[in-house]
């Protein structure tokens, strides 16, 4: 069982940038490929990135190429995004979800709230 916990949100203004944490514990961190999603008021969750487990490629929506990152330490447990040049339609909860197949995701972290004012 793996248990996620996310920080790093916060309030900015537009065009600012944030970093987001991700700390996994309870399973071998190496082992799980990790993403990032985000769910805006009234809307579906969504896919922002995720980093393979492998090879560390990385996946981003179109929506955010250029402007977010997604890195992972292994030796921390961590994963990160690095978000960057932030527009008020990145307001969102912000969750880490950790996958040990190439299917499903298995396990949530509880999110973290960015905001992004105009």
């Known amino acids: 069982q793996v248990q996620l916990a996310e920080s790093g949100g916060g309030l900015v203004q537009a065009g600012d940038s944030l970093r987001l944490s991700c700390v996994a514990s309870?399973?071998?961190?190496?082992?799980?490929?990790m993403g990032w999603f985000r769910q805006a008021p009234g809307k579906e969750r969504e896919f922002v990135a995720s980093i393979r487990r492998n090879d560390g490629n990385t996946y981003y929506t179109d929506s955010v190429k250029g402007r977010f990152t997604i890195s992972r330490d292994n030796a921390k447990n961590m994963v990160y995004l690095q978000m960057n040049i932030l527009r008020p339609e990145d307001t969102a909860v912000y969750y880490c979800a950790a996958r040990g197949g190439m299917n499903s995701w298995d396990y949530w972290g509880q999110g973290t709230q960015v905001t992004v004012s105009s």
């Open positions: 309870g399973g071998t961190f190496r082992n799980y490929g």
